[in-house]
């Protein structure tokens, strides 16, 4: 496991390097899937394309765009907003509204300097778009651009907000979480040092409490009245994935492959396991059962106490993307064969696999 890890980090650094570059052949950057699914679609961003996949049978819908943009490349998970827009940015420095039926472009934004590695947040009548050019744009319906906020360093995590959407609160590779008014783009407040990069999206608890994984190997409790440190748990590597709130508990990996379960209030871990290989993102939470994908190939269910209940693993795939609920169906995205997306039941049976077709 030791030796997988490393090479994950190795990934790692790279991928920041080519992300921190100027200019460069954005055709040597690569990642993991971008990955998300409403009542009927799977989205899948990978590589050269956008796929909408058809969650009854998993055959393609549709794929943007239709043939091949030179080097462009998508790995985001795409969002869908509340007026019917699928957002995804591309490592080609543009944002795209697409048309989630049919995959026809909408409208594009090419005023980013850099690429979009996060996802972009919808909220009320904006779009916040995270970028690795250390800034976060924010557009409306209509992509055009209200406002643009810069930090210190890259920004690979998508936002998070209130229901009242007041505040947009975005981590940073720069080591600080920042509070920005939603709709002037001005900074409230930013945390003092956290001790490493912030690259996974925060939970925000109905008190007004936000949860931040570090490269700095913790998980830190921020009050988002004022950016004060609430409380601080130590884990045994860095924390990449956002933490999942749930019942007053906390559930995150770490890249030393280590599940945690931690008391939201205390920030005491109420218990630990290391089931198989690095945790690159959040598990997925459900009503009983905690999920988890591995870098070493894993798909493992544990119950909410840390009991496993099932797992798979599959031989020559890495398991980046964090397991998605689409109805009664877990999807999984992986990395390293033709099969870019996997359906399973609740019990851990398999009930498709999705094959982009190569078009000539």
Known sequence: ?????????TTIILAAFLLSACGGNVGTASSWAGLFADTENAYVAFNQHVYSINLAN?????????????????????TLTADGQLIVGDYSNTLHSLNPDTGAEIWSYTGATDRYVGSALSARDRIYAPNAGNELYTLDKS?????QFSSEGPLWAKPVTEDSCECIYIPSMDHHLYAIDAQTGVQKWMTDELGGSLVGTPALSPEG??????????????????GSILWTTPTTDWVWGGPILQGGILYFGDLGGSLYAVDARTGN???????????TESPLVTKDTIYITT????????????????SKSFEGIKLHTSPVEAGDKILVAATGKPELLYAFDTSGN???????????
């Open 350 to 360: 398999q009930l498709w696999a999705f094959t982009p077709e190569t078009k000539k």
């Open 295 to 310: 870098e070493t190939g894993g798909l493992i269910a544990l119950d909410l106490n840390g009991t496993v209940r099932w």
């Open 1 to 9: 496991m030791k030796s997988n890890k490393y090479i994950l980090l």
């Open 143 to 147: 992509g055009n651009l209200q406002w």
């Open 269 to 279: 871990i109420r218990w630990q396991k290391t089931p198989d290989g690095p945790i």
């Open 58 to 78: 998993g055959t393609e819908k549709w794929r943007f765009p239709t043939e091949i943009q030179g080097q462009r490349t998508y790995y985001a998970a795409p």
């Open 209 to 226: 409490v936000l949860y931040v994984g570090t490269f700095g190997s913790q998980l830190v409790a921020v009050d988002s009245n004022n």
